[in-house]
């Protein structure tokens, strides 16, 4: 499996950004480091997955000495070589799936806020499936392959070092197919009991909540332990999904988020809220 995109996209902006914080042209780059200039810079851009001794040569020469952050920048280009469930499912999902599952693989926080449906990673099956069914634009790959995909990827909520997620879900997901109790009890009750994992803040926003950022859609910021630089957003579409990855974009997906979390129900008012909507429809 290729590097995601993204992540390769991240990767040579980074190491873009390093070189002319440093005031250097591509061309010494290159002649230091014993690489064409073509090569790096087709590296920056992304047009070429790096390999792990470039990248080391990189950091070596541009003074790069935080263990860590170099760590997440070799995770990134070694990220090719990663094998994992997904791979039975390479001819189902698009290119936004592929890099999300790998995406997610890395992240440790997860922050999301879902005006229509119940966040993905919070599923049952028999939800996922009718959600799948009925906004499934392609006929590539069976509402089961998908469906088990969708329940694949939940897999990193109980890992060892588990994904740390604070979702904000609109009232309004919450009362979808309430006239299909046999759909929505259950899903509310796998609600209250992902509530009560430590790594899982759920809050709901009510549908009587101020204006706010999360009006514009959904999206989700993911975060990685080495640094912001490396977080990317994805706002969801009804085709596929739009990647945003520029830092200061980025940071401005992170203050709305707080600024969300601020207009929601607390986690308490929420979780009550939820228990009241599973007894209403049961």
């Not at 997955?49 to 541009?62: F, M, P, R, W």
């Not at 006929?139 to 604070?166: C, F, H, K, Y």
Request: proline letters at 4%; aromatic letters at 6%.
């Amino acid at each position: 499996m290729a590097v995601s995109t993204v992540r390769r996209r991240r990767l040579g902006g980074v190491l873009r950004k390093l070189r002319e914080e440093r005031k250097l042209t591509a061309e010494v780059v290159a002649d230091a480091t014993g690489m064409s200039q073509a090569k790096l810079t087709r590296i920056e851009t992304a047009h070429t997955a790096a390999k792990v001794e470039d990248v080391n040569k990189l950091l070596d020469y541009y003074g790069c000495d935080d263990e860590e952050y170099r760590a997440g920048l070799i995770s990134i280009t070694k990220e090719g070589s990663k094998r994992g469930w997904w791979l039975s499912y390479r001819d189902v999902i698009n290119s936004t799936a592929t890099d999300l599952i790998l995406l997610e693989a890395d992240a440790t926080t997860y922050r999301t806020y879902e005006s229509a449906f119940i966040p993905g990673l919070f599923q049952t099956p028999d939800y996922a499936r009718i959600v799948i069914d009925r906004l499934r634009i392609s006929s590539g790959g069976s509402v089961e392959d998908l469906v088990q995909v969708r329940m694949a990827r939940q897999s990193i909520l109980t890992r060892p070092n588990p994904l740390q997620v604070w979702a904000v879900i609109h009232e309004a997901a919450l009362c979808t197919n309430a006239n299909r109790p046999e759909i929505m009890v259950p899903q509310l009750d796998r609600l209250l009991t992902l509530s009560r994992l430590p790594n899982i803040n759920i809050q709901v926003m009510p549908t009587g909540a101020a204006i706010h950022a999360g009006m514009s859609g959904a999206f989700t910021l993911m975060g990685f332990p080495q640094r912001q630089d490396l977080d990317v957003v994805l706002v969801e579409g009804l085709l596929s999904g739009m990647w945003v990855e520029d830092p200061a974009d980025v940071e401005i997906y992170r203050a709305k988020f707080q600024e969300i979390t601020a207009e929601a129900m607390s986690v308490d008012s929420s979780l009550a809220f939820i228990t009241a909507q599973r007894d209403k429809i049961k």
